[in-house]
């Protein structure tokens, strides 16, 4: 709801100060307002100017708090990269991939060579020269005519099919015609099978290969420009008051509110620019920076009581995927972080639960498991914003800082007034990089477009109502026959869901397949 301003009439002036609420409802701030002593009485509750007597104060209010800005201050902690323009082209995705997909079912045939056909954004991965496992498909022993159970199926790219874009493949250990044979003959290999990308097999001469493709996709970042302003009479400054106003404390209390509007932006800022007409100077561009709320590609959406299975689940989902990072900070909501500390340990005395201080010099919970230490911080700012039920799990090493401009600050005096205007800009953005972090929705809200969503599932019987969400991918704590046969109690199975015909009618079809943990950015 937005604040109500409100007049406040001061005694021995002639003009009435406007002023607004805190979060307290006193009407004890002067937003927009030049720190002149009739203005500062106003302030302070209509204490005529020359009067400004307060007999006692908290100095904490004065204080620099970091822990408050938690995501500004790892911002400014993190690599810094200077930039020529606003507007950035980040890649998040900083780990190469692993994991390759058929679309098509491969029809087991004499044929030395096939075409394997994979999914569009895959088929140009491998190169010539590659090898390729196929986990799903069993290989066969060296004569090619019995088949190894759980050893699996291992391909040779030596081409590219011209009409397809798609490797041809020939098999190392698949079936032969005949024991004496030099070559395998094609393999079945069904629809949807998982491949893996291994290291390529030269010949003995051979010193040259085929470069890897490494085709980033870029999102672009804007870098949102940022100042704070204060303007201090010089009729003020040399007064002698009773609370000690001097510059730094006025300063102070202007910088902590200027961080605290920042960090609100850096969290759920949104993504824009449009141009302004400036007096004098033309038309100029603004630009608003994403806050990386919107940012996250991995989103576990949570529901019900926390558990000492789901946060071992959640450490497994963030240390063990593609992009490992070396740290765990969970910055959290008030309500998420009560959640988390009230889990019950004490069927599990191997888990180790100490307070220390970080390296960023915060007091935090640490929670260490098999997978990783996980720190656990409160963000202030996320009850703010409404999120007491959310928080966000952070790799510190994975965040880039952006600026287009230093910070700088300036002392000018006010053109025509007996007043010195002094300021900050900043010019700078931050963006989530790699593919590690989480974001943990407690608020049921709508994920991000492009984001998989993900939510820890611990019943036998497969997700139905509600629960069942096409894309979504569910993290197993107990094995579950109702998915598959094979979904066991730490795997990761997604839905996929289809509807056919209307009204009456319509039929749900919903297909499993186990999920590899591999996040693709758009």
Same mark, same amino acid.
């Given at each position: 709801m937005a604040e109500t301003a409100t007049e406040t009439v001061v005694v021995g002036t002639g003009n009435p100060v406007p002023t607004s609420p805190g979060t307290a409802g006193v009407n004890s701030q002067a937003p927009g307002n030049a720190t002149t002593v009739s203005n500062v009485?106003?302030?302070?509750?209509?204490? /005529?100017?020359?009067?400004?007597?307060?007999?006692?104060?908290?100095?904490?209010?004065?204080?620099?708090?970091?822990?408050?800005?938690? &995501?500004?201050?790892?911002? &400014? $902690?993190? $690599?810094?990269?200077?930039?020529?323009?606003?507007?950035?082209?980040?890649f998040m995705i900083d780990e190469q991939r692993s994991t390759l997909t058929t679309d098509t079912a491969v029809t087991a045939s004499t044929k030395v060579q096939f075409v394997l056909p994979l999914v569009a954004s895959d088929q140009n991965i491998p190169r010539d020269y590659h090898t390729l496992l196929v986990p799903d498909v069993?290989?066969?022993?060296?004569?090619?005519?019995?088949?190894?159970?759980? $050893?699996? +199926?291992? +391909?040779?790219?030596t081409g590219r099919d011209a009409t397809t874009d798609?490797?041809?493949?020939?098999?190392? =250990?698949?079936?032969?015609? =005949? /024991?004496?044979? /030099?070559?395998?003959?094609?393999p079945a290999i069904p629809a949807g099978s998982k491949v893996k990308l291994l290291a390529n097999a030269m010949y003995e001469t051979q $010193?040259?290969?085929?470069?890897?493709?490494?085709?980033?996709?870029?999102?672009?970042?804007? +870098?949102q420009k940022r100042g704070m302003n204060q303007v201090v009479s010089d009729y003020f400054e040399a007064q002698k008051k009773h609370i000690p106003f001097t510059q730094s404390l006025i300063a102070e209390q202007a910088i902590l509110n200027f961080k605290r509007a920042g960090n609100r932006t850096l969290w759920v800022g949104q993504k824009g620019k449009f141009p302004v007409k400036v007096p004098k100077l033309g038309e100029q561009m603004i630009y608003f920076t994403e806050g990386i709320r919107w940012q996250f590609k991995r989103e576990l959406q949570h529901t019900g009581k926390w558990t000492f299975e789901k946060l071992i689940a959640l450490a497994k989902m963030y240390f063990t995927g593609e992009d490992v990072p070396k740290t765990a900070l969970l910055l959290s909501g008030k309500n998420l972080l009560e959640e988390l500390q009230c889990i019950d340990f004490s069927k599990h005395p191997e888990v180790q639960i100490s307070v220390k201080t970080n390296k960023i010099g915060w007091e935090v919970t640490s929670i260490h498991t098999v997978f990783g230490d996980m720190e656990l911080k409160r963000e202030p700012t996320l009850d703010t914003l409404g999120l007491s039920n959310s928080g966000a799990l952070i790799g510190e090493d994975r965040l880039v800082h952006y600026m287009y401009s230093q910070?700088?600050?300036? =002392?000018?005096?006010?053109? !025509?007034?007996?007043?010195?205007?002094?300021?900050?800009?900043?010019?700078?953005? +931050?963006?989530l990089k790699g593919a590690c972090h989480i974001w943990i929705d407690g608020e049921g809200d709508t994920a991000n477009a492009g984001a998989t969503t993900y939510t820890i599932w611990e019943k036998e019987t497969a997700p139905t109502g509600?629960?069942?969400?096409? !894309?979504?991918?569910? &993290?197993?704590?107990?094995?579950?026959?109702?998915? =598959?046969?094979?979904?066991?109690?730490?795997?990761?199975?997604q839905a996929k869901v289809t509807t056919s015909g209307t009204g009456d009618t319509a039929t749900t079809t919903t297909t499993w397949s186990e999920f590899t943990g591999e996040i693709i950015a758009e």
């Open positions: 009485a106003g302030a302070t509750g209509g204490i /005529a100017p020359g009067n400004l007597v307060e007999t006692d104060i908290d100095e904490q209010i004065f204080r620099f708090q970091s822990e408050d800005t938690a &995501l500004m201050s790892l911002m &400014l $902690k993190a $690599k810094k990269v200077k930039v020529n323009s606003p507007e950035v082209e980040h069993d290989g066969y022993t060296p004569d090619g005519q019995t088949v190894t159970p759980g $050893k699996s +199926l291992m +391909l040779f790219v798609n490797p041809i493949v020939r098999a190392v =250990n698949g079936p032969k015609a =005949n /024991a004496t044979d /030099a070559f395998c003959t094609t $010193k040259e290969v085929d470069p890897d493709l490494i085709v980033p996709r870029p999102s672009i970042v804007y +870098l910070q700088h600050e300036f =002392n000018d005096r006010v053109e !025509g007034e007996e007043a010195t205007r002094k300021g900050i800009v900043v010019w700078d953005g +931050l963006a509600d629960d069942l969400v096409d !894309g979504r991918v569910y &993290l197993l704590t107990v094995d579950c026959p109702g998915i =598959n046969a094979a979904a066991q109690n730490g795997q990761m199975w």
